[in-house]
């Protein structure tokens, strides 16, 4: 309906709706990032995702595919920023999801965001009336999934970075994501990525609020990301 020019009386839709008259941006991306939501959203908590690469498909669908449609409704052409937005995208994705662990342990006790191969590897898989689940009784087996989990997040991020030479100049504020980022993956390797400790629900990000707004004007004013 968006993109047909339809009203629809939702603050969100409307807003997109501003956004595709003023800029071109992607129907199939778009598409894409909210359909992956929705499927995540009708997902049951115990339909645990076998592998890492599940969620870094998951992080693409969502967080990536928003970056290239903000360089696209920019103008702006790149492979290369393509390239960075595609890891910057995926290493977001895998951290919020991540964050997001204690929150659903407290609301279901699931943590559905852990694969279930590294859930296995770390002592988390149990067997329940013929279904798989993830116990969270076992603190260290848990600080050590999300310690793998995280190092494939910062492998992205790192990447990422290693493009900075090859991405155009005005596309590299699209990729100022990547500072988050990197404050959540500092956050939890801080508290040694116990997803419970309360350390992580100060400020922003787990970081003071006044030096993740200078690190970001920093990144920003030097150009980079």
């Known amino acids: 309906k968006i993109f047909s020019h339809k009203l629809i009386e939702h603050p969100v ?23 992956a939501r929705i499927n995540d959203a009708k997902r049951e908590v115990t339909n645990i995702p076998e592998a890492i690469e599940e969620l870094e498909r998951y992080a693409e669908d969502t967080a990536s595919t928003l970056l290239y449609i903000t360089l696209q409704a920019g103008g702006i052409t790149s492979t290369a920023a393509d390239h960075a937005a595609s890891h910057i995208g995926k290493a977001s994705g895998l951290l919020v999801l991540l964050r997001s662990l204690s929150y659903h342990a ?24 013929g279904r798989r689940e993830i116990q969270i009784d076992s603190r260290e087996g848990i600080c050590n999934a999300v310690f793998e989990i995280a190092s494939v997040a910062n492998v992205h991020l790192l990447k990422a970075r290693e493009l900075y030479g090859t991405v155009p100049a005005e596309a590299r504020p699209v990729l100022l994501p990547s500072v988050p980022a990197e404050a959540i993956l500092d956050s939890l390797s801080r508290v040694q990525f116990d997803v419970f400790d309360p350390r992580l629900n100060r400020g922003i990000l787990g970081t003071p609020p006044l030096w993740f707004q200078i690190k970001l004007k920093w990144y920003s004013w030097r150009g980079k990301y």
């Not at 839709?13 to 359909?35: D, F, G, N, P, Y």
């Not at 002592?123 to 009336?129: A, E, H, I, Y």
Request: no cysteine; glycine share 4%.
């Open 13 to 35: 839709a409307q807003a997109l709706t501003s956004i595709r008259s003023e800029h071109k941006i992607s129907k199939s991306w778009l598409k894409r990032s909210v359909e």
């Open 106 to 129: 407290s609301r279901n006790r699931h943590f559905s965001y852990i694969p279930a191969q590294v859930a296995e590897k770390h002592g988390l898989l149990v067997n329940q009336g």
